[in-house]
């Protein structure tokens, strides 16, 4: 059910990412990321309340957790209840713990965009794909090169930004 229910938030499919994730959550009620996705999966559709009350869900059980999944669970918090540079703080943390994670190198990068500090987000996308290329495994969504797209586009990188757009096309 968690893996079904990524795989659909990673195609943008999120009313069967929600059922995928609560279908888990009903097996495990511990399963926090199954948590934190849901309230993502509400969220990106605009359920805002919906999402703080998943998010508030998984955030009263982080005492009882792992390093990762408290430092997730903390980052997930400070989406809906915080400031980006609290969830800085925290992807860091996560970054500290496996620096191998390119997803959250990706996201600290989309992080420094929405900051405005687009030469930091450059090294952070950057990395990310370096990362992927190092698998030898392509990333699950587009995203991962338009927001880099976006960060040279906007410090002036504009031959970086096409070259990379054929790349991903």
């Given at each position: 059910?968690?893996i079904?229910g990524?795989n659909?938030?990673?195609?943008?499919?999120?009313p069967?990412?929600r059922?995928?994730?609560?279908?888990?959550i009903?097996?495990?009620?511990?399963?926090?990321m199954s948590?934190?996705?849901?309230?993502?999966?509400?969220?990106?559709?605009?359920?805002?309340?919906?999402?703080?009350?998943?998010i508030?869900?998984a955030?009263e059980?982080?005492?009882?957790?792992?390093?990762?999944?408290?430092?997730?669970?903390?980052?997930?918090?400070a989406?809906?209840?915080?400031?980006?540079?609290?969830?800085?703080?925290?992807?860091?943390?996560?970054?500290?713990?496996?620096?191998?994670?390119a997803?959250?190198?990706?996201?600290?990068?989309?992080?420094?965009?929405s900051?405005y500090?687009?030469?930091?987000a450059?090294?952070?996308?950057?990395?990310?794909?370096?990362?992927?290329?190092?698998?030898?495994i392509?990333?699950?969504?587009?995203?991962?090169?338009?927001?880099?797209?976006?960060?040279?586009?906007?410090?002036?990188?504009?031959?970086?930004?096409?070259r990379?757009y054929?790349?991903?096309?």
């Amino acid at each position: 059910n968690y893996i079904n229910g990524q795989n659909a938030f990673a195609k943008r499919e999120y009313p069967e990412a929600r059922e995928m994730f609560l279908n888990a959550i009903k097996i495990d009620s511990n399963f926090t990321m199954s948590i934190i996705l849901l309230a993502f999966a509400y969220g990106n559709q605009g359920f805002y309340q919906d999402a703080k009350k998943w998010i508030l869900k998984a955030y009263e059980k982080k005492d009882n957790m792992s390093t990762i999944n408290k430092a997730s669970t903390e980052w997930a918090h400070a989406v809906f209840f915080g400031t980006p540079y609290e969830q800085l703080k925290y992807f860091k943390q996560l970054q500290d713990i496996d620096e191998q994670q390119a997803g959250i190198i990706y996201n600290i990068g989309v992080l420094y965009n929405s900051i405005y500090q687009y030469d930091k987000a450059i090294i952070e996308f950057e990395k990310s794909l370096a990362i992927f290329k190092m698998w030898k495994i392509k990333p699950s969504w587009v995203f991962n090169y338009t927001d880099l797209g976006y960060a040279y586009h906007k410090t002036g990188q504009y031959e970086k930004e096409k070259r990379l757009y054929k790349k991903a096309e």
